[in-house]
């Protein structure tokens, strides 16, 4: 069974609940890196929770209110590639053309029916790899 790695802090909470519904439901093993309450807390924590989990056979979802600050924090860990995703063509283009081993929401900005939509897209698409790896190879430049 896939693996997936999931965390937010307080202002991605239900969202990240919500979405390990939706995981569990199409079959993957989720890890919950927390937090277990929607108490307020530090972001970058769980970001870097997640970011450090994932590997070549594992993606992960992180969640806070607009998304941004999970990448922004997600994206300082060595081979990490967190993108933001607010519609489905993001998410699927983020895996296709970028790789993306992270895809980060926010729960402020998007419902939970576009949620599911941007999740499922981001689970089932493939990187494309041909001219994109060479662009991905770039980033460790």
Known sequence: MPKVIIGSDHGG???KEFA???LTGMGYEVVDAGPETAVSCDYPEYAFKVAEQVDADTLGIL???TGLGMSMAANKVKGIRAAVCTNEYMAVKAREHNNANILCLGERVIGKGLAEDIIKAFMTTDFA???HLRRINLFDK
């Open 129 to 131: 790899g041909d001219r």
């Open 20 to 22: 390990k519904e939706i």
């Open 63 to 65: 969640v806070c209110g």
């Open 13 to 15: 909470y239900e969202l």
